[in-house]
């Protein structure tokens, strides 16, 4: 059998030990950091979670204008600093969904708006994703 040195050994014991706890630590706020995709968010997660665009205004199919914001729940920290530095291109989807748009569209087909804004932005995401847009202010003229 070989001999150690009890020093070198007390030495491995302890470096183990440490990587072992490191690696479980690393692991629980891994697993624990997004929220998992069949879990409701909570209010809190909610706030936490979200982001608020900036006013959008464009012009409809019927000569109204519509001027309009909208704010982004995400699953995680990483997806609202993504749709944050996205923003450009939600502007961008809105513009190009609203323009066969009346404001008849803008009185009754709210849901469906978000709807197709969350399912095109989710396409343009690498980083998590929106589980719900939200219509926090409207006005048509």
């Keep these: 059998m070989i001999k150690m040195n009890p020093k070198l050994l007390r030495v491995l014991v302890i470096a183990l030990v440490v990587i072992v706890i490191g690696g479980g630590a690393t692991l629980y706020f891994l697993i624990n950091s997004q929220v998992k995709a069949d879990e409701e ?3 809190d997660e909610m706030v936490k979670y979200s982001y608020t665009t900036d ?3 464009t ?3 019927d000569g109204s204008f519509v001027l309009i914001q909208f704010q982004f729940i995400t699953d995680g920290k990483k997806a609202v600093e993504e ?3 996205r923003e450009f291109q939600v502007k961008n989807e809105f513009i190009k969904q609203s323009i066969n748009l009346t404001e008849n569209d803008f ?3 709210l ?3 978000e709807e197709n804004i ?3 932005m989710n396409q343009e995401m690498t980083e998590g994703k929106i589980v719900e847009v939200l219509i926090i202010s409207k006005v048509i003229q």
């Design 55 to 57: 006013e959008m205004k």
């Design 83 to 85: 749709i944050e530095k």
């Design 59 to 61: 012009d409809l199919s």
């Design 111 to 113: 849901p469906q708006l």
């Design 118 to 120: 969350m399912n095109a």
């Design 41 to 43: 968010l909570t209010i």
């Design 107 to 109: 009185r009754e087909n």
